[in-house]
């Protein structure tokens, strides 16, 4: 079965520190990846995806994440934060095959703190 | 161009009464799908539809729960004599058409129901 790990639930951080949001899944199909952000009592936000190409890839707000497929993992970093990072992040998954192709398969989140 | 819209943004009922959440998908986008968030937890796939058509409804309890996607308005997701466990964020998001795995779906602010 397919899932989803988000080794830290929490992640405290001072400001403009680097920081790393780890992300592995368990799939026996080739994927895609995404990560999301959810700022207090909103919706989700995409922040980055791999689809294909170059494993490393650039999103909104300075994030950047990178695709080992070896180590079936898709890190999520920052060189340097700020408070407004304070938020939590969503790793997600989808298949290109098969008949769940069409939706989503989440971790439970890392909540970041980033503190003055 | 506005985004996924969803309302109402919270919704109170009484064990035993009906919610019905509504989704009006991004202009353009004929797919739609619903997540669950519980407290702590990621987001739970529940269904994906397209126009007039269930295409995956793997997440769906059972029963009392029920989504539609009619070929004129909004989405909506149905749950029928609510329980209390059913108190959660529901999500909603969109996709343009074409393969399923690699469209970004976009988030609406979700639905906070509360089930007394």
């Known amino acids: 079965a397919q899932s989803v790990t988000q080794l830290d639930s929490q992640v405290p951080v001072f400001e403009e520190a680097p920081v790393e949001l780890r992300c592995n899944y368990s799939?026996?199909?080739?994927?895609?990846l995404f990560w999301y952000v959810q700022y207090p009592n909103q919706g989700l936000q995409l922040l980055l995806k791999?689809?294909?190409?170059?494993?490393l890839v650039k999103g909104i707000n300075g994030f950047e994440a990178e695709f080992n497929k070896s180590q079936t993992s898709f890190h999520l970093r920052k060189p340097s934060v700020h408070i407004s990072d304070t938020a939590e992040y969503f790793c997600?998954?989808?298949?290109?095959?098969?008949?769940?192709?069409?939706?989503?398969?989440f971790g439970k989140g890392t909540k970041l703190s980033v503190k003055p | 161009n506005a985004g996924v819209m969803q309302n109402p943004r919270h919704l109170v009922r009484r064990r035993g009464q009906e919610a019905r959440l509504r989704c009006s998908p991004m202009?353009?986008?004929?797919?739609v799908y619903w997540y669950r968030q519980l407290p702590e937890e990621g987001l739970k796939f529940m269904v994906y539809?397209?126009?007039?058509?269930?295409?995956?409804e793997s997440g769906m309890p059972k029963e009392r729960f029920s989504a539609e996607f009619p070929k004129e308005g909004p989405s909506i997701l149905r749950i029928q004599q609510v329980v209390r466990g059913d108190s959660a964020a529901y999500f909603c998001?969109?996709?343009?058409?074409?393969?399923?795995?690699?469209?970004?779906?976009?988030f609406g602010a979700g639905t906070r129901l509360s089930v007394l």
């Open positions: 998001a969109s996709s343009p058409p074409g393969r399923g795995g690699q469209n970004i779906q976009y």
């Open positions: 799939s026996s199909v080739s994927v895609y």
């Open positions: 791999y689809l294909s190409g170059s494993t």
């Open positions: 997600a998954v989808s298949f290109l095959y098969g008949g769940s192709q069409g939706n989503l398969i």
């Open positions: 202009k353009g986008h004929s797919h």
């Open positions: 539809l397209q126009k007039e058509n269930i295409i995956d």
